[in-house]
């Protein structure tokens, strides 16, 4: 199993982002996230959908986020709105398929004030 993340970069606070994971070796029919981790920091959950599609997020960007996927084409979305100072991070996708934790390179993502 392989992730491509991809999407990040630099944006000014207020503005929006929609970062692209590509999964291959496992469908998407299985819990997906994401995750970041800011300078300094410990890797923080911030959104995951369930196999159903059932969708959950971490207080500090419920509202503002929002985790979707394209099952055929095997990519899992984080759509980010109204991003602040704080959203600076180094974001990572992950699947859990077979009892196992795939995850992603990571992709930077720096909000400016």
């Known amino acids: 199993v392989q992730l491509q993340a991809s999407g990040g970069g630099l944006v000014q606070a207020g503005g929006s982002m929609r970062l692209s994971c590509a999964v291959s070796?496992?469908?998407?029919?299985?819990?997906v996230g994401w995750y970041r981790q800011a300078p300094g920091k410990e890797r923080e959950w911030v959104a995951r959908?369930?196999?159903?599609?059932?969708?959950d997020y971490a207080d500090s960007v419920k509202g503002r986020f929002t985790i979707s996927r394209d099952i055929i084409k095997r990519t899992v979305y984080l759509q980010m709105n109204s991003l602040n100072p704080e959203d600076t991070a180094v974001y990572y996708c992950?699947?859990?398929?077979?009892?196992?934790?795939?995850w992603g390179q990571g992709t930077q993502v720096t909000v400016s004030s």
């Open positions: 070796g496992a469908s998407l029919s299985v819990p």
């Open positions: 959908m369930v196999g159903g599609g059932t969708t």
């Open positions: 992950s699947v859990r398929y077979r009892g196992y934790d795939y």
